[in-house]
């Protein structure tokens, strides 16, 4: 069942002479874990800014086509709407701090007294998104005295409080250390598991392989490839996007060309599937010998 | 005198009634005091009896030697510059009070400097009173209930919070500084040369962050219409409201009575 | 409620989060100087910058609340000079309204403009709440010039405006300089910066 859809979208910021999105038409269903991937400045944090409204209801620039949420166009609702539907988290773990709360649990509750929720029900639902985040030890302490990979959750925290069906990510694993960034991939899956639908945009594309079920990739305001993990990240393309293949990639390249990879199975892009392919090749062997 | 580590304003977290009183009944009190010493009778028996109420009020609140070393720290090189300038060199001064080896200290001056500083004391405790009681994310609350302007709840509230944070990157900054034994004590155009790379990162980096700010904002419900709630409970009375409304009303009397006479 | 609807009419969200940023500029720039133990004040340069990036009465605001949390944090004398750092503001945005921030020299004319308007805001607030005696370096001046036979009223004039003259253009200059600095995704965000980048 499709929940959001792209309809040839087009976007120009303004005083832009090319689009940051051009003619892009993507339709995402319920419970799906998309990554976003390309280079810099190929589209991705514009597509997550169009799928909240940010674009167009925030900026003056020029856009083309419709983004839609359950059929609902976002041009007839607010950003502050279309927030209950769709959660953006951004790359700066600071900055998405309020900046008027003292605490992490007031922080967490900013977002409701915005939109009335009487306080019971806030109280209580700080709580159950804090319990799932593990950050119930800092919910007295100032959100300015986490570390980056804290306030990234908190900033999925403060995200997820008002329970939209849909969370996007705009690259939030840019300021944190490979532990950070394996921590929120792991929490996006949690989460994925309860029935929200994901969509990130990720250059780390090795926590792709291994979480997404659907990567797309964009080439200059363009959507380029679209498909599974395996399919998209191992595609011939990915250096012309000024990607790397993944390091499973890459030692999977060099056993096919020695002849040590199984001749009809595709290349791997996770530690995952080499390992299937490695074995596979294992039993063909011991099969031969 | 340090600000408070958590808060980065002078709020003491101490509980008394004057911590519990409401924000805005506190900037009341701040405005009838101005008013009062400035608009009202300049005899210093008055003044000194509005002084003492104020002192009073700190007192039972637990505040006094707070309020008191502040007070020494901003009155006091006030003190030391205006006493002597005026007694000697105040235009109106015509009474000669004492001459000391060809100084002469004149009545004028000295008066008009004593009753200038008494004055602003007056409004300095009063103003004290408030920054010392008042945990800002209080104040925050109240201005966000009262003008219903989230806008004006943000910016007055949001700057403490990011510099508290940013404190620490100028500590940082200032570590990195001294142990480079960089021009803190150098010749003063070395200096203003080493303030242009120490500023112009931050400032920079603080404005780009700007957009993400306000997207962050926005997709939190800053803009919504809705009526909002509040987590923060803030302890109000019909009794405290209606004090301010008098202290307003007392305020707009003096005022107009001094614009008449 | 008719100051809420003012607000959202005049201030959109990012103009409200680039005056808070402001503020803490100035503050952090108050700071810096005092500690590299420098004789300006450099108090200002995000209250300028407001002007310029978002108009006179955006400029106007940041000043004001600037001296407000000051007072918050220092000392409440800072609060007394609000109505000073609010002078600031709408004088810049005015500058810049005007086309005086196009080039780095017309931003030193800016700066003397914006010296007048503080002085004709602070010269008050010095006489009547503080008897034309602040406990600063300026108060030299003050007495040299009353010493010398001028009246007090005078005297203030004067050294108000002799120690604010170099710090504001120095301010009005270096916010020129980080407003051209700023890269074009920022400017486009803020539709008066025009007002500076292009003619």
């Known amino acids: 069942m499709i929940q959001l859809e792209t309809d040839h979208l087009t976007y120009l910021y303004p005083g832009s002479e090319s689009p940051a999105l051009h003619e892009v038409s993507i339709k995402i269903n319920r419970g799906e874990f998309v990554a976003v991937t390309g280079a810099n400045n190929s589209g991705k944090s514009t597509l997550c800014y169009a799928f909240a409204g940010v674009i167009p209801h925030l900026y003056n620039g020029h856009m083309k086509g419709r983004v839609l949420i359950d059929g609902q166009d976002n041009k007839d609702r607010t950003v502050s709407e279309i927030a209950r539907h769709l959660g953006l988290v951004l790359q700066i773990p600071g900055s998405q701090m309020s900046g008027v709360r003292y605490t992490v649990f007031e922080e967490v509750a900013f977002g409701l007294e915005n939109r009335g929720v009487p306080r019971e029900q806030m109280l209580e639902r700080v709580q159950t998104v804090l319990a799932l985040f593990g950050l119930e030890e800092q919910a007295t302490r100032s959100p300015f005295h986490l570390s980056g990979g804290q306030q990234q959750r908190l900033a999925l925290a403060t995200v997820l409080a008002v329970d939209p069906a849909i969370i996007v990510l705009d690259e939030p694993t840019t300021f944190l250390d490979p532990q950070g960034a394996k921590l929120v991939f792991e929490i996006l899956r949690k989460l994925q598991q309860q029935g929200k639908t994901i969509i990130i945009a990720e250059q780390r594309l090795d926590l792709i392989a291994t979480y997404a079920d659907r990567v797309l990739a964009f080439d200059r305001a363009k959507l380029v490839l679209d498909g599974i993990p395996r399919e998209v990240l191992t595609s011939a393309m990915l250096p012309d996007l000024k990607l790397k293949h993944t390091r499973y990639t890459q030692v999977a390249q060099v056993l096919q060309q020695k002849g040590l990879w199984p001749d009809k199975l595709t290349l791997p892009a996770s530690l995952a599937e080499t390992v299937d392919g490695l074995s596979l090749r294992r039993k063909t062997h011991d099969y031969l010998c | 005198m340090a600000p408070n580590k958590t808060t980065a304003t002078l709020f003491i977290d101490k509980d008394s009634w004057l911590q519990r009183l409401h924000p805005l009944t506190k900037l009341s009190y701040i405005l009838l005091t101005g008013v009062a010493a400035y608009g009202g009778p300049s005899s210093l028996l008055y003044i000194c009896l509005l002084l003492f109420c104020n002192a009073v009020i700190t007192a039972s609140g637990g505040l006094l030697k707070d309020t008191a070393k502040a007070l020494l720290r901003v009155i006091l090189p006030l003190l030391l510059f205006m006493i002597p300038i005026h007694s000697f060199l105040f235009p109106g001064n015509r009474t000669v009070l004492l001459e000391f080896h060809g100084m002469i200290v004149y009545q004028e001056g000295l008066l008009f400097a004593i009753s200038t500083l008494t004055k602003l004391t007056v409004v300095l405790i009063a103003s004290f009173l408030f920054v010392f009681s008042t945990h800002p994310a209080d104040l925050i609350t109240a201005l966000s209930h009262t003008c219903r302007s989230p806008s004006l709840a943000y910016l007055l509230g949001s700057p403490l919070l990011l510099l508290a944070s940013m404190r620490e990157r100028i500590e940082t900054i200032q570590a990195a500084q001294r142990a480079r034994g960089l021009d803190v004590d150098g010749n003063m155009f070395r200096r203003f040369l080493s303030l242009a790379p120490l500023l112009l990162p931050l400032v920079l980096g603080a404005i780009v962050e700007v957009e993400q700010r306000s997207i962050a904002l926005e997709v939190r419900g800053f803009k919504s219409t809705s009526i909002k709630t509040s987590l923060r409970k803030l302890s109000d009375s019909a009794l405290q409201r209606f004090c301010r409304w008098l202290m307003l009303a007392i305020a707009a009397v003096v005022l107009l009575l001094h614009g008449l006479g | ?199």
């Open chain 3, 1 to 199: 409620m008719s100051l809420n609807r003012r607000f959202k009419e005049d201030f959109t969200t990012t103009t409200v989060v680039l005056m808070s940023i402001a503020i803490v500029i100035n503050i952090v720039g108050g700071q810096l100087v005092s500690m590299l133990k420098l004789p300006i004040f450099l108090d200002s340069i995000g209250t300028v910058l407001v002007g310029l990036l978002a108009g006179p009465w955006a400029g106007g605001l940041t000043g004001l609340l600037t001296n407000l949390i000051w007072g918050m944090i220092s000392s409440p004398v800072a609060a007394a000079f609000s109505p000073v750092a609010m002078a600031i503001g709408i004088a810049a945005g005015l500058c810049a309204k005007y086309g005086l921030f196009k080039t780095w020299w017309l931003a030193m004319i800016s700066g003397v403009i914006i010296t007048v308007f503080n002085a004709i805001v602070a010269v008050p607030i010095r006489l009547y709440m503080f008897g034309g005696i602040t406990g600063s370096g300026a108060d030299f001046i003050t007495s040299y010039m009353l010493a010398l036979g001028k009246d007090l009223f005078g005297s203030v004039v004067i050294s108000v405006f002799t120690a604010n003259l170099i710090d504001k253009v120095i301010t009005a200059v270096l916010a020129w300089g980080i407003v051209k600095a700023l890269p074009l995704r920022t400017t486009t965000r803020l539709p008066r910066a025009k007002n500076v980048v292009s003619a």
